[in-house]
């Protein structure tokens, strides 16, 4: 806490030897910070005070958390309900704090700067009827000039974003993104891209913004991004896309009809242009694959476009998060017989797979033993491939640790029928010496 300040007090001059007011035994001054410049919560010297309607002076930053985050609506000192939770900034004492520290500053003490005036639930409501009439009126320049203005107040500062938020400026902005959508995109295309930019920096989305978003024209006009070479429209897009399909599974439906939707999905797993944008493609694609409202027809194109390879690879080296996604995409993949086929195929699956049990995560492990599990368990060619290669690599081992470490209880039921279908092989298939795991070895 910022209660008080000490300097050290030369002895020199005509007062030496004498004691001074204020003056402690050893040479030092101590300053003591005035009752009425501490925040009442904190105690430590105010940097933007601001009152509440109480009467009573906080810290910004302290009275905010008090109210937003704790999730009071009392005073901290009288325990009143507050009449408003828009603190106002109090100049006068702001005023007196800084010309207080710039008197004392010899005792290190440095003024602290003007605060920048946050955003107030009155502008966010002024400049959301000024973007529904820019809308009405299709003033692209003067909406795209409105976001913009969001945009600005939205990275000043996280008091903003939440101020924004909570006044309805995303329902504004996914509507508008649809009004104009609707009509010519090459004309629309700045503010279509400053909306959408704009609303990436609001996530995570929800209510009636989400609707607006999820409509045919909005989401044709991503995907019509997704496909254009500018690398921000393209990530900006999938971010948002993976917000829609992720809220609601009938929203996938609506993408798949949009021609040419797969394809640059693909090409930002292939050719990725940031780690977000690749891994909110790889939630979209995993949304196409397994919703329970989707056919074969989006795994076959996927498969045919070489995404399992592609994951294969990806996954010999991906960081955790990635690793995640990656899985669950082949997972959904391989619950398919087209997918599976495509991945016997591949030398790779038993080795990466097996590979990341117990080594990135419980998620990971839960993928990758669901996905082992479907390839041995739908195992349809006579020579049971599948299992030769399973064991080859230690599978058995690693799922018998798994199962002694513990797991989730679905997991547990796909390792204990794995080691039921790979055990009566592994005396002719097996490559590892069973002294390597000798603890770890159970009747079975």
């Known amino acids: 806490m910022v209660l008080s300040w000490k300097r050290l007090r030369g002895g020199r001059g005509r007062h030496a030897g004498k004691k001074q ?40 930053e302290n009275i905010e958390k008090w109210i937003h985050e704790d999730g009071n609506i009392t005073c901290p000192v009288t325990n009143r309900v507050l009449t408003s ?13 800084q010309d207080w520290c710039v008197e004392n500053r010899s005792y290190g003490i440095e ?21 529904m009439t820019a809308c009405k009126s299709e003033d692209q320049a003067g909406c795209r000039d409105l976001v913009a203005k969001i945009k600005k107040w ?21 509507e508008a993104f649809e009004t104009f ?29 989400l609707t607006y978003l999820g409509s045919a024209s909005s989401m044709r006009c991503m995907v019509w991004f997704l496909k254009s070479g500018d690398l921000s429209r393209r990530r900006n897009a999938v971010l948002v896309l993976k917000e829609i399909v992720s809220s609601d599974h009938r929203k996938v439906n609506v993408l798949l009809e949009i021609e040419g939707a797969i394809e640059p999905l693909f090409k930002l797993i292939k050719e990725p242009i940031c780690p977000t944008a690749t891994k909110a493609s790889l939630v979209v694609v995993y949304r196409t694959i397994t919703s ?24 010999v080296d991906a960081q955790r998060s990635l690793c995640e996604k990656a899985l669950s995409v082949l997972d959904g993949l391989c619950s398919s017989d087209y997918g599976r086929g495509d991945a016997y195929n591949n030398s790779l699956i038993f080795p990466v797979i097996v590979k990341k049990i117990l080594r990135v995560s419980d998620l990971a492990t839960e993928f990758s033993v669901s996905i082992l599990w479907k390839l041995c368990k739908n195992e349809e060619r006579e020579e049971k491939t599948a299992f030769a290669e399973a064991l080859q690599v230690g599978a058995f081992q690693k799922l018998l640790l798994l199962l002694q470490v513990g797991c989730a209880d679905k997991t547990k039921e796909h390792v204990s029928e794995l080691l039921k279908l790979l055990n009566p092989h592994r005396a002719r298939l097996e490559c590892i010496d069973s002294m390597d795991f000798k603890d770890l070895k159970r009747p079975f």
């Open 111 to 131: 003024r602290i700067p003007t605060p920048r005036i946050p955003v107030s639930s009155v502008e966010v409501f002024e400049i959301n009827c000024n973007i």
């Open 85 to 97: 939770f828009e603190p106002i900034p109090n100049h006068t004492i702001r005023r007196m704090i």
């Open 154 to 174: 939205t990275k000043e500062s996280d008091r903003n974003k939440r101020c924004i938020v909570d006044n309805g400026a995303v329902s504004v902005l996914a």
């Open 21 to 60: 007011p204020g003056v402690e035994s050893g040479g030092e001054m101590e300053l003591t910070t005035p009752n009425h410049f501490r925040c009442p919560i904190s105690l430590d010297l105010m940097k933007d005070p601001v009152t509440l309607s109480t009467g009573i002076t906080y810290d910004r």
């Open 292 to 315: 329970a409202s989707a056919t074969e027809k989006p795994i076959q194109k996927f498969v045919d476009m070489g995404l399992v390879s592609l994951l294969l690879e990806m996954l």
């Open 181 to 209: 959508s609707k009509t010519c995109l090459d004309e629309n295309v700045s503010v279509l891209e400053e909306i959408l930019s704009t609303l990436t920096l609001l996530f995570p989305l929800a209510g009636e913004g």
